[in-house]
């Protein structure tokens, strides 16, 4: 299982529209993640409500996992995304 411990790079935190980013990167990877607060139960990354569900705030330390092939790589991205905050998945690491 592939694994990234990232905190949450949004000032906002994963709330309405840095959600919306993450949701439609994570679902764009077509890779399986989940997400979870560290210490907290995962859920489905590319769930819109899910993630909104989290209350994950700027700063805050989340987990991204995935057992499916192409999981390293997407992980790197989706970390890379949320650590930054950035407006979009980067095309590279």
Excluded at 40 to 64: C, F, K, R, Y
């Amino acid at each position: 299982m592939a694994e990234r411990r990232v905190n949450v790079g949004w000032a906002e935190g994963l709330h309405a529209r840095p959600a919306s980013i993450f949701v439609r990167a994570t679902t764009a990877s077509g890779v399986p993640v989940t997400i979870a607060k560290a210490g907290g139960d995962p859920v489905n990354a590319a769930s819109m409500l899910a993630v909104l569900g989290l209350g994950a705030q700027g700063g805050e330390e989340i987990v991204l996992t995935s057992e499916a092939d192409g999981a390293e790589v997407a992980l790197d991205r989706l970390a890379k995304l949320v650590a930054e905050g950035l407006e979009e998945l980067p095309e590279t690491v």
